[in-house]
């Protein structure tokens, strides 16, 4: 996984405006890339400024975005950025989210957990026959070897 980090310096009294810009033009030209997962951002307490976060599935798509859309969202941004953003790319070296899933494949249930690491270790999997849609764990007693 891929995260790009962007910082933005945001002109006076701008906050409420970025984040309007944000849910209405920059999170949907997002959510039409190829490889993005999240986006994540922030404003200081004071306003003055602005982190971005985005999660992508790969270094290309991130590139891609960098390439492609980027420039669209910086035009949409444009009139609250007090100067240009400064962009880093980051690949995910570990991370504490680690969130269990309850999906149903083509009949099968499956307990995803999903994870990964820098090794590459991607999503742990177990199965048994069931027939239930994918909801979260926490709505399910756990699995155990043997039941049902």
Request: without cysteine.
């Amino acid at each position: 996984m891929i995260a790009r980090h962007v910082t933005m310096r945001l002109k006076a009294d701008s906050a409420a405006e970025f984040s309007r810009i944000l849910e209405a033009e920059v999170l949907p030209l997002l959510r039409k890339q190829a490889g993005f997962q999240d986006d994540i951002n922030f404003i200081s307490t004071s306003g003055g400024h602005a982190v971005g976060i985005s999660f992508w599935d790969t270094q290309e798509h991130a590139e891609g975005y960098t390439q492609g859309g980027y420039p669209e969202a910086l035009k949409s941004l444009a009139g609250v950025l007090e100067e240009s953003p400064q962009v880093h790319t980051w690949q995910m070296a570990t991370s504490t989210e680690r969130t269990t899933w309850l999906l149903s494949l083509s009949g099968v249930e499956a307990h995803v957990n999903v994870g990964a690491t820098l090794s590459g270790v991607g999503p742990e999997f177990s199965a048994v026959p069931a027939s239930a849609e994918a909801v979260p764990m926490g709505s399910h007693a756990p699995f155990r070897e043997g039941s049902r």
